[in-house]
């Protein structure tokens, strides 16, 4: 059978396994809802002076995409990592034994379903953002740099996603993919502004997923970032990309 035919009944049997998976749907709401959320109370809790606001009122909206992604993170390594807890990976396995064109149906199914999400939160988060910002500043208007902004931050979410899944597959616990993952988003930004030196800072923050990564909802100030948005964003997609293959190898080579 070629590649093909194997593609296209992995992606309708992971369909539905995500589908019908317990908590799906409920996670979807969740990335929507914190995404949307948090943006809204981040631009209603900025001050504004009565000299003027200095903000970017888009990337403040978009601020809930920093917890936005927690919940796709978990998204993704359950669309994996449940598998390997409750072993029915073994049963994927044997009826699915191409396991590269599994875990391509895998990532094809997530990032649609997660894209899909992001695209709702991401002009919600721009929409409510812009009314809860206080008196003085301008909402996100439209313009080149907020449609880069937003369509950025969908892509953003949709490279997390795909970040997690090869992590999760690599990793085969869930718990410990979670844990791995996460880190990588929030702990890392810590350490590297944990360090004195501004040029190593800018270094390390050029380099780690989130903290180049999230540069893409920037909309003022670009020459103040570490690193420019569309770059930033190929920073997360190498991430991604590298997580991806080193999984996919391990899977291919690996017992269940």
């Not at 369509?151 to 979410?157: A, D, M």
């Amino acid at each position: 059978m070629s590649a093909a035919p194997h593609l296209r009944v992995a992606l309708h049997a992971e369909w539905t396994k995500l589908r019908t998976a317990p908590g799906t749907v409920g996670l979807l709401l969740a990335v929507v809802a914190t995404t949307v959320a948090i943006g809204a109370l981040a631009a209603a809790a900025t001050p504004c002076p009565a000299t003027g606001c200095e903000l970017d009122p888009t990337r403040l909206s978009l601020t809930g995409v920093q917890l936005g992604q927690a919940v796709v993170a978990i998204l993704a390594v359950q669309a994996i990592g449940g598998e390997y807890g409750t072993g029915m990976v073994r049963v994927s396995l044997t009826a699915m034994p191409h396991r590269v064109a599994m875990l391509t149906a895998k990532a094809i199914i997530l990032v649609s379903v997660v894209t899909a999400a992001a695209a709702v939160a991401v002009p919600a988060s721009l929409l409510f953002g812009g009314l809860a910002l206080p008196d003085g500043a301008e909402p996100p208007a439209g313009g080149g740099a907020v449609l880069r902004a937003a369509v950025g931050s969908v892509l953003y979410l949709a490279l997390i996603a795909l970040l997690s899944l090869g992590i999760a597959t690599a990793a085969r616990n869930a718990a410990a993919a979670v844990g791995l993952v996460l880190a990588l988003l929030y702990v890392y930004p810590l350490v590297a502004l944990a360090f004195a030196d501004q040029d190593w800072q800018r270094r390390l923050e050029k380099l780690g997923p989130a903290t180049a990564g999230l540069a893409v909802r920037a909309t003022t100030g670009l020459d103040d970032l570490p690193i420019g948005p569309w770059k930033g964003l190929g920073v997360l997609a190498a991430w991604a990309a590298a997580a991806l293959v080193t999984g996919a190898l391990l899977l291919h080579r690996r017992d269940a």
